[in-house]
Every structure is written in C-alpha cells, then in structure tokens.
C-alpha cells in the first residue's frame, strides 16, 4: 500500500512539474523570446520517462490474483 | 421475503462500486496526463522552432511610401505573411515605428492615439508607449513586437521583427 501512494504522489509531483514548465513553456513563446521552449521540452520528457518508469515499477510489483 | 429485483441480475455492479476508481487507477490517469502534458509542450517548441525559422527567412516588403502618411498619421499593413496586421506610424517628420498590431494581452487590434502618442488597444484599456512599444498601462503582459522598418529613397520597407 504504501508503495502505491509512494508512485502516486511521485507521479502527482512530476505532473505538477510538467504543468509549470508548460506554462514557462507557453510564456516564452508568447513573448516570442523563444530561448528556453527546447529546454523545457526535454525537461517535460524526462518527467515523463520517469513517470512511466514508476508505472512500470508498479505493475511489475502487482500481486497475481486469486 | 423480499424478492430481488430482475434488473438487478443485468446489472450486478452498485452504482457506488462503478464510480470507485482505485489508487492504480488514479495513477495510471496521472500518467497519460503526464504525457499529455509533455506533447503539449513538445508542440510549442516545434511551433517556437518553426515561428523563429519562418521570422528568420520573413521577405522584405514595401509597406508605404515616405509622402503618403502624414506626421502623427499610421496605416495598417501585413507583414510577414498576409493576415498578420501591423501598424506602422509617423511619429516626427523622419522618424517612423512600426509594431504588430495584436495586443499582447488578447490580441484585439491595437489603435495609434495622436494626442497622447500611445498605441491604445480599446477591448481592455491596454496602452503602450509608440516609441518602443513598451506598455505602458493596462493588462497586456508584454511588449508589442516591433517591426524594423528600412528606408529605401523614398519608400519605406519592412524588413524583419526586432528581437
């Protein structure tokens, strides 16, 4: 169980994270600076690698059913 | 003896037990918000990418010539590609200032203000500085873009965006 919640709120975190950078993201390129869109970009997915890495981790831990 | 209801062997599952999501559940949802979230940003930085290679290689173009707008006067023209209005003013005798003309904060058109020398952009009362573009008053969270502007004779050429 506490596994469980442990990946939940890691993942929470990290989309939280993704969201701001989003937001950086839209900002920059609205002020038509453009200087930090590819830094965000590969910093969203490396929150999503990790994300899925954590998914992963859960399923493989997955008791088998009954 | 109460007698169960036949359409509850249809539909076996309570209403409460159908809306129950569980925790790997919930997870598994963050995780394609997630990926949600990095194409979005994945998207803007191609669109940021294609934007700066498209400003990089922008023609330039004869917008008016030097007679044909008077002092304190502005003309709407399109610069880079049609459709993307810009506005292009006389402040002095010789000096002239171009700058898009979609206002930073919802891109309503933004309007040249003789009297008090700003660009005004009436939807919500957003105000910028014709000198720079600066903003002055109002919402707009930026700058407007400005546009180089290059004599040529008599006739006046945009030439590209002023980072």
């Not at chain 1, 939280?16 to 002020?31: K, P």
């Not at chain 2, 809306?19 to 949600?36: G, I, M, N, P």
């Not at chain 2, 203000?113 to 573009?133: I, M, S, V, W």
Request: net charge positive; proline share 6%.
């Amino acid at each position: 169980m506490t596994i469980v919640y442990a990946v939940m709120v890691s993942i929470l975190i990290l989309v939280l994270i993704q969201y701001l950078l989003l937001m950086i993201a839209l900002e920059d390129y609205l002020s038509g600076k453009r200087s930090v869109l590819i830094g965000t970009a590969a910093a969203s997915a490396v929150c999503f690698a990790v994300s899925c890495r954590l998914i992963g981790y859960l399923a493989a831990r997955r008791a088998p059913g009954p | 003896m109460v007698e169960r209801k036949a359409w509850k062997d249809d539909f076996p599952i309570s209403w409460v037990d159908d809306h129950f999501v569980t925790r790997r559940e919930f997870t598994k949802s963050l995780v394609l918000v997630s990926c949600a979230t990095f194409c979005a940003t994945g998207v803007i930085a191609v669109m940021g990418r294609a934007g700066a290679a498209a400003a990089a290689k922008c023609e330039p173009r004869r917008i008016a010539a030097v007679g044909e707008i008077r002092v304190g006067s502005s003309r709407v023209f399109e610069f880079p590609a049609p459709g993307d209005p810009c506005l292009l003013i006389r402040l002095t005798e010789e000096r002239f200032v171009a700058f898009g003309q979609r206002c930073t904060h919802l891109g309503c058109p933004v309007l040249y203000r003789k009297e008090t020398r700003k660009l005004h952009c009436p939807c919500h009362e957003g105000y910028f500085n014709a000198e720079d573009g600066s903003v002055v008053a109002g919402p707009p969270p930026r700058p407007l873009p400005r546009v180089e502007i290059e004599r040529r004779g008599d006739e006046l050429w945009a030439t590209g965006f002023r980072a």
